[in-house]
């Protein structure tokens, strides 16, 4: 491969590519860039193949001569979007040369939309490192839901943004969480069931079994600690769907406690006391973190894995309930 002043890209394409699409092709010559965008490049004709823009599902015969306007297509397909740099706190875990560990607390938005159009962790992040304002979602590799707590990753580099979006849709990230769910569960297991837009109400998500809409969705669970009418859940994804967890407790018909919008009326047991009753009416959000994050450094290698302790919250939650347990045991 060579690249001249201009970053006009140029390589042959050797004799074992034969009968290979071009998108595949071009994904092994330049594998520091994700396929999509490749493609996206290709649509847009800053590839040729001998001089000749290719079709997308075009097969190469081997020595043919492709030639990318890299830095066209780079300074063409950037981000539009004009992220504002504001100073808010960062509670950075990691940060190397590659990529950012961020523990995101309850109540921040990750990325700039309707209704929360500055105040978010992308504002945070492009504030603390400018050129995130470069990389596609400000490097942000998989959200976590406004008032879910915890741990997430975000890539420095298109180089790592590549990467670690691979990884991530090989299923080759671990993630796991801890929630507070309603109803006392009798033991761990997992749910496979496709997640996708709800019929009717367009802001929710929803398990849709014969939908051609609804993507693969598995969640792993094990019991952390029962207690009288709640259990303590540690919970691994497999994927990676929008409310996942959130919408697959609520289809095992163990809601997410605090849920406002999947967890349904509030379970209260028996001979409660006036302490725990308010004290389960005062917490107003998903009991939901993102404890554990790892995978394969996109620059070293090497495994590596975080941990974001629970937040006050969640902590004063457990203790109540933990209350409530050894008060009723003593009866």
Same mark, same amino acid.
């Given at each position: 491969?060579?690249? @001249?002043? =201009?970053?006009?890209?140029?390589?042959?394409?050797?004799?074992?590519?034969?009968?290979?699409?071009? %998108?595949?092709?071009?994904?092994?010559?330049?594998?520091?860039?994700?396929?999509?965008?490749? *493609?996206? !490049?290709?649509?847009?004709?800053?590839?040729?193949?001998?001089?000749?823009?290719?079709?997308? $599902?075009?097969?190469?015969?081997?020595?043919?001569?492709?030639?990318?306007?890299?830095?066209?297509?780079?300074?063409?397909?950037?981000?539009?979007?004009? !992220? $504002?740099?504001?100073?808010?706190?960062? %509670?950075?875990?990691?940060? =190397?040369?590659?990529?950012?560990?961020? +523990? $995101?607390?309850?109540?921040?938005?990750?990325?700039?939309?309707?209704?929360?159009?500055?105040? &978010?962790?992308? @504002?945070?992040?492009?504030?603390? /490192?400018?050129?995130?304002? +470069?990389?596609?979602?400000?490097?942000?590799?998989?959200?976590? %839901?406004?008032?879910?707590?915890?741990?997430?990753?975000?890539?420095?580099?298109?180089?790592?943004?590549?990467?670690?979006?691979?990884?991530? *849709?090989?299923?080759?990230?671990?993630?796991?969480?801890? /929630?507070?769910?309603?109803?006392?569960?009798?033991?761990?297991?997992?749910?496979?069931?496709?997640?996708?837009?709800?019929?009717?109400?367009? &802001? $929710?998500? /929803?398990?849709?079994?014969?939908?051609?809409?609804?993507?693969?969705?598995?969640?792993?669970?094990?019991?952390?600690?029962?207690?009288?009418?709640?259990?303590?859940?540690?919970?691994?994804?497999?994927?990676?769907? &929008?409310?996942?967890?959130?919408?697959?407790?609520?289809?095992?018909?163990?809601?997410?406690?605090?849920?406002?919008?999947?967890?349904?009326?509030?379970?209260?047991?028996?001979?409660?006391? #006036?302490?725990?009753? #308010?004290?389960?009416?005062?917490?107003?959000?998903?009991?939901?973190?993102?404890?554990?994050?790892?995978?394969?450094?996109?620059? &070293? @290698?090497?495994?590596?894995?975080?941990?974001?302790?629970?937040? =006050?919250?969640?902590?004063?939650?457990?203790?109540?309930?933990? %209350?409530?347990?050894?008060?009723?045991?003593?009866?």
């Amino acid at each position: 491969m060579t690249t @001249n002043q =201009d970053e006009l890209v140029t390589f042959i394409i050797s004799d074992d590519m034969t009968g290979k699409r071009i %998108d595949q092709v071009l994904a092994h010559y330049m594998s520091d860039y994700s396929r999509s965008r490749l *493609q996206q !490049w290709l649509k847009a004709g800053y590839m040729l193949v001998d001089g000749v823009v290719p079709k997308m $599902k075009e097969k190469v015969k081997g020595g043919e001569t492709i030639e990318v306007r890299l830095a066209q297509a780079l300074d063409d397909t950037k981000p539009k979007e004009n !992220w $504002k740099a504001q100073p808010i706190d960062l %509670d950075i875990i990691y940060e =190397d040369d590659s990529l950012l560990i961020v +523990n $995101k607390p309850v109540g921040l938005v990750v990325h700039p939309g309707a209704g929360n159009f500055d105040g &978010t962790m992308v @504002n945070a992040l492009v504030n603390h /490192a400018a050129e995130l304002a +470069n990389i596609p979602r400000a490097g942000v590799i998989h959200r976590i %839901d406004k008032d879910t707590s915890g741990i997430l990753v975000v890539a420095k580099t298109l180089s790592a943004h590549n990467s670690l979006t691979q990884l991530l *849709q090989a299923r080759e990230f671990t993630r796991e969480y801890q /929630a507070v769910v309603m109803g006392v569960m009798t033991g761990g297991g997992k749910v496979d069931a496709p997640i996708g837009r709800h019929k009717t109400q367009r &802001t $929710k998500m /929803a398990v849709l079994q014969h939908s051609q809409t609804a993507k693969e969705a598995i969640t792993h669970y094990r019991i952390g600690k029962r207690y009288r009418s709640h259990t303590l859940l540690n919970v691994k994804l497999e994927t990676g769907r &929008t409310h996942q967890i959130r919408v697959h407790m609520a289809h095992i018909k163990y809601p997410i406690i605090g849920d406002a919008v999947y967890g349904g009326r509030l379970r209260i047991p028996r001979h409660s006391s #006036d302490v725990f009753l #308010d004290g389960l009416r005062a917490f107003r959000r998903q009991a939901l973190h993102a404890k554990l994050l790892g995978f394969v450094h996109p620059e &070293t @290698n090497e495994y590596m894995e975080w941990e974001a302790e629970l937040p =006050d919250d969640m902590k004063n939650l457990i203790n109540l309930l933990e %209350d409530d347990l050894k008060e009723y045991e003593s009866r």
